[in-house]
């Protein structure tokens, strides 16, 4: 972009110098244009249809506010129909293409209307919808016949146990033999036969289950069996005996020693009563108990009725069959998954095993033809424009590659890919890009970037805020970027997101300085925003840090986005002149680092401060950019001293403990930023009331008081809280002599600096001898607002007043007051900074001594 005049405060010679090293440090460090910022946009144990919530409309009513505050990605939930039901979160997914459409009700996430509605709201606010994808796994298929499976089975012998190969988690199976009809199989005694398949010493000792019923008789809910050893009947020993099994109850064994005989025979008697002579089946499951999988297996079955080993009768069953979906699409069988009769498996390892529910194979041709056509649909059906690959650790680079060939191939590019391996291994992490590179064309390289959450810079992170004594400047080396080398355009970074949920993994203390880090250095990847650090969630410990975050991600847009080089000032081994005005090193809780090359050629300083107790200290800088006596004001509003100015190569950072600061070239900081004033009548006295949302070198405020035509006169001071970035709230009396000639006040307050400058605040208005007579609820004001608003109310006498704001469905939303109120004239403020657009009802409930009486009116939000 060209420029005709050059900025004010720059001269040509710094101007040349800055470009000297832009081209310098390109070597090293990529331009990294964030201007992107995504949203996890739910959580774990987000209200699912089941609580009769709808979370799709839940976002849907945020679409203003989160394309406010910057956001351009929302991630979605995994939101086709799962096999656990509408209390689901997705990732047990069933009918690939039902999104609660097809006579089931809504998923979890809601129906295909409301998801519809969601797009259609995302995309009127240049929200881009992120699918989670889930291409390594399904689940709640119809039971089918599976012979790969009993061919595998058939074959784990001792050699394949110790060349790696793992048992089937054989409580993904059932076996079954045929009863009654035509199949010979009646009443009477029937011994099963169990032992480890290989024989191999490492099973010794693993538990294992046993449970069998017909489709006549099911569970009995008695309490469980256990097996009695010796058990091992005549294939041990002529003498030995075997131990009775009941239908409809477990039988808890252990893999015996393969030294010995290995058997448990397990005797069951079958009456007539038990199944139905015309046609029935016997069923065997196996569980694993507290073990892992053992290779355990029915290897003979003796009929006594038919005085005969009936072992080949036995069929072995997994739950693959997705042939008969509401759908009736995205159709699949036992063929699709591992093992299979196509490819070969070990079921080992990362790739093979299967980790969740039924492993799709990836290698099958119809399975890739399957998943590519439903990411299609997802595209130009529903309306996604971003994928968030599930579980990518545990299918074949291949795979990704080949689905982003697809994609471009049909002229899909996604803004946004992005693939979850969970490992905080750099190596292991940097290779899955590489990998899934060294799969795509050339010209899907060009259209499409795939990504990877950061696992590891989070984790140094989430030590930084979390672990005493440790050194925060590990997080300059954590990141995939600086530790290994990856492109910031490859990598999404993070916080805390859905499968940090047990105790400890979350970011438990201060995560808005982990935060302010993500979103301000733009070298190290696109910042990913948890929905509960973000929001305020209830069970969340550390919520509600919007105005936090949208204070950075503002600050990065504006100064920081597009900056190409950066230098982390307070590294290890650094060296800059550093030091501590306490005489106590605090380097190893301080983060400070330099960026430039920003497109307006401003450079930012960022301070981080993770110690429990207040940072000052003196730090050199990059001066090739940032010249003696430049001054650098915080655009945070956090920093004790506000504004840095470069001295002998340095600057003086001063910050509170666990704080951070954005410090930015040649901008005056932050001001205060006053959000509301107004003021209220009770008991002949006015109540004045104020709020800031953030503070810098605040010193306090004049109140002022003038009458009609009259000259104003301070009646009071406040202090202020000097610096601060969260909302402070204030309040004054006054005690006015009301008359017949004043018979009303007007109010100002005088915004008074450290330096001595000031601002002046609006006027309000208070009337002194108001004399109500009746109950009233005035309009609004102002209305339309955004977000701040007043209710005024006036009472003929004291009572009790209840004051609450609804939604167009009936639901109230916020509770304003629920108290007793003298009489007189009343105001409150609302403040709908976290609800949507639209329209919302003020219902107002009055009780006095002498009546009852209720209004309500009608209020916009406009945003």
Request: charge should be negative; aromatic fraction near 14%; charged fraction near 20%.
């Amino acid at each position: 972009m060209a420029r005709n005049k050059l900025l004010p405060g720059y001269s040509y010679k710094k101007i040349l110098k800055a470009i000297f090293f832009i081209i310098l440090f390109s070597s090293f460090a990529s331009p990294i244009f964030s201007q992107d910022f995504m949203m996890q946009g739910w959580y774990w144990d987000y209200p699912k249809a089941t609580d009769s919530f709808n979370w799709a409309d839940n976002l849907s009513g945020k679409a203003a506010d989160l394309k406010a505050s910057g956001f351009t990605y929302i991630w979605l939930p995994p939101f086709c129909r799962a096999s656990s039901g509408n209390n689901s979160n997705g990732y047990d997914p069933k009918d690939l293409y039902d999104l609660g459409e097809y006579g089931k009700g809504a998923t979890g996430f809601g129906t295909r209307t409301d998801i519809n509605e969601l797009i259609t709201a995302f995309n009127s606010q240049g929200l881009k919808a992120v699918a989670d994808v889930v291409y390594n796994h399904r689940d709640g298929g119809v039971a089918e016949d599976n012979f790969a499976l009993k061919t595998y089975i058939a074959n784990y012998d001792w050699t394949r146990a110790n060349t790696g190969y793992s048992p089937y988690p054989y409580d993904r199976m059932r076996c079954y033999i045929l009863l009654g009809g035509a199949s010979g199989n009646g009443a009477g005694d029937y011994y099963f036969k169990i032992s480890s398949a290989s024989g191999h010493t490492k099973f010794k000792d693993y538990q294992y289950s046993i449970y069998i019923q017909t489709k006549t008789i099911g569970w009995k809910g008695l309490s469980d069996l256990t097996e009695s050893e010796p058990n091992g009947g005549g294939d041990c020993d002529p003498d030995q005996v075997n131990n009775n099994i009941e239908l409809g109850r477990n039988m808890n064994s252990t893999i015996d020693d393969p030294a010995g005989c290995r058997t448990d025979e397990y005797k069951l008697t079958l009456s007539a009563s038990d199944f139905n002579s015309a046609g029935d089946t016997l069923f065997i499951y196996f569980g694993k108990r507290s073990s892992d999988y053992s290779d355990a297996r029915v290897y003979g079955i003796w009929s006594g009725p038919l005085s005969l080993n009936i072992i080949d009768e036995l069929k072995y069953q997994t739950y693959t069959d997705f042939t008969h979906m509401p759908s009736d699409q995205g159709e699949m069988t036992f063929a699709n998954f591992k093992p299979n009769e196509t490819n070969s498996t070990k079921l080992d390892g990362d790739w093979d095993w299967p980790w969740f529910f039924y492993d799709y194979d990836q290698n099958v041709t119809d399975t890739k033809d399957k998943l590519f056509a439903w990411t299609n649909w997802l595209w130009s059906n529903v309306g996604i424009r971003g994928l968030r690959m599930d579980a990518v650790k545990h299918f074949p680079y291949q795979f990704v590659g080949d689905i982003l060939d697809y994609l471009h191939d049909n002229t899909i590019d996604p803004g946004l890919v992005v693939g979850e391996f969970y490992d905080a291994n750099t190596s292991a992490l940097k290779s899955w890009i590489d990998n899934v590179y060294a799969n795509m064309d050339a010209d899907t390289k060009a259209a499409i970037t795939p990504r990877i959450f950061d696992f590891s810079l989070r984790s140094a992170l989430e030590q930084a805020c979390d672990t005493y004594g440790y050194d925060v400047r590990n997080v300059f080396n954590a990141s995939l970027v600086d530790a290994a080398g990856v492109s910031g355009y490859n990598v999404v970074t993070f916080i805390n997101n859905h499968d940090f949920r047990d105790a400890g993994q979350m970011v438990d203390n201060n995560p808005i300085l982990a935060y302010a880090y993500i979103l301000t250095n733009n070298q190290v990847g696109l910042p990913c925003v948890f929905y509960p650090d973000y929001f305020n969630v209830s069970g969340f410990t550390n919520t509600n840090l919007k105005s936090q975050i949208d204070a950075l991600i503002s600050v990065h847009k504006q100064y920081i986005a597009g900056a190409t080089s950066r230098e982390y000032l307070s590294r290890f081994s650094t060296n800059r002149y550093i030091y501590f005005n306490d005489l106590t090193d605090h380097s190893s809780t301080t983060l400070i680092y330099q960026l430039w090359g920003t497109p307006s050629g401003k450079d930012v300083i960022v301070a981080i401060n993770f110690a429990g107790v207040a940072l000052d200290c003196w730090i050199g800088v990059n001066t090739a950019t940032i010249s003696e006596g430049t001054t650098l004001g915080d655009k945070i509003g956090n920093a004790t001293l506000s504004t840095l100015t470069v001295s002998g190569g340095r600057v003086n950072v001063k910050l509170p403990a666990r704080s951070y600061a954005v410090f930015v070239e040649g901008e005056a900081p932050l001001p205060v930023e006053l959000i509301s004033f107004n003021g209220k009548l009770e008991n002949e006295k006015v109540i004045l009331n104020w709020q800031t949302a953030t503070e810098v070198n605040n010193y306090g405020f004049n109140v002022e008081r003038r009458t009609k035509s009259k000259e104003w006169s301070t009646i009071g001071f406040v202090n202020g809280y000097g610096n601060s970035n969260s909302p402070k709230s204030y309040s004054f009396i006054d005690n006015p002599e009301a008359s017949p000639k004043y018979d009303q006040f007007v109010y100002r307050l005088k915004q008074i600096d450290t330096d001595g400058s000031f601002t002046y605040s609006n006027e309000i208005i208070i009337k002194i001898n108001d004399k109500p007579g009746e109950f009233l609820l005035c309009q609004n004001y102002p209305n339309p607002f955004n977000p701040l608003t007043n209710i005024e109310f006036t009472l003929p006498e004291a009572g009790l007043v209840k004051i609450g704001v609804f939604n167009v469905l009936g639901e109230q939303i916020e509770l304003l007051k629920n108290n007793t109120e003298e009489k007189g004239k009343h105001i409150i403020e609302w403040n709908a900074q976290n609800y949507s657009s639209g329209i919302y009802f003020c219902k107002i409930e009055y009780t006095s001594p002498s009546s009852s009486k209720m209004k309500i009116l009608k209020m916009l939000l406009s945003k």
